[in-house]
C-alpha cells in the first residue's frame, strides 16, 4: 500500500516551530515539517475542513462567521424562534456528524436571540449554563430544524429550551436548555 502524498501551495505549507526553555520566544524551525504533517493536511482536506480564509477565524466573534452560512432564520415570535441549520463538512466531525461544538455554537446563538425576544435591550443578558443531550447524530448534508423557545422568564433569569429535529424526518436529535441571567444596564 503505498502512502498518499499531498502538494501544498507555499503559503499553506505545513511549518513546524520550536522553543528553547533559555529564550522565551518561539521560532520557525529551519528543518523540515514532520514526515506525517503533509499527510495530516491532506487528511484535512480530504475530509472538507480545510479552508484558505482560515485566517478570517482569529478575529472576535469568529464563529458568527463560521456559522452565518450554515444556520438561517426561519420565523420570530416573542419567545420563540425557529431556524434552519445546514450541515456542511466545516462544522461536521470526523464521523460526518454535526460536530458537538457546533450545536453548542448554535443553540448559544439561537438561545441569546430567543432570550432577546422577551428581555428588553436595557438588561444585560449573560449565560449561566447551557446543557445539551445529544440523541442522535445529524449527517453532513442534512437540514435540520432549530426551536428555541422562553420556558420561564422572571425579573433575574430566562430560560430558553431548543430543540434540533431532522427536517425530512421530525427525529429530535439534540435538546439544549440555556440559563441566562438578566441584569439592568448601569446608567452612569
Do not use: W
Not at 2 to 14: G, L, V
Not at 19 to 36: N, Q
Not at 63 to 83: A, M, Q, W
Not at 132 to 151: C, H, M, Q, R, T
Amino acid at each position: 500500500m503505498t502512502k498518499p502524498s499531498y502538494n501544498f501551495p507555499a503559503s499553506q505549507e505545513p511549518q513546524t516551530f520550536s522553543s528553547t526553555s533559555d529564550a522565551a520566544t518561539t521560532t520557525k524551525s529551519e528543518e523540515r515539517s514532520p514526515p506525517y504533517a503533509s499527510e495530516v493536511m491532506g487528511f484535512l482536506k480530504d475530509v472538507g475542513i480545510s479552508d484558505p480564509n482560515v485566517e478570517n477565524y482569529s478575529s472576535k466573534d469568529c464563529y458568527s462567521n463560521l456559522l452565518c452560512n450554515h444556520l438561517k432564520t426561519d420565523t420570530v415570535r416573542r419567545g420563540h424562534i425557529t431556524c434552519f441549520a445546514t450541515i456542511k463538512p466545516p462544522i461536521t466531525n470526523y464521523f460526518g456528524g454535526l460536530h458537538g461544538g457546533a450545536v453548542a455554537a448554535i443553540a448559544e446563538r439561537v438561545a441569546i436571540a430567543t432570550a432577546r425576544t422577551v428581555v428588553g435591550e436595557d438588561n444585560d443578558i449573560f449565560l449561566g449554563e447551557l446543557g445539551i443531550s445529544y440523541l442522535s447524530a445529524a449527517p453532513k448534508n442534512a437540514e435540520l430544524i432549530v426551536d428555541g423557545s422562553v420556558v420561564r422568564s422572571g425579573r433575574n433569569i430566562t430560560v430558553v429550551a431548543i430543540e434540533f429535529k431532522m427536517k425530512k424526518t421530525g427525529k429530535l436529535v439534540y435538546t439544549c436548555r440555556a440559563t441566562f441571567y438578566n441584569s439592568p444596564i448601569a446608567k452612569l
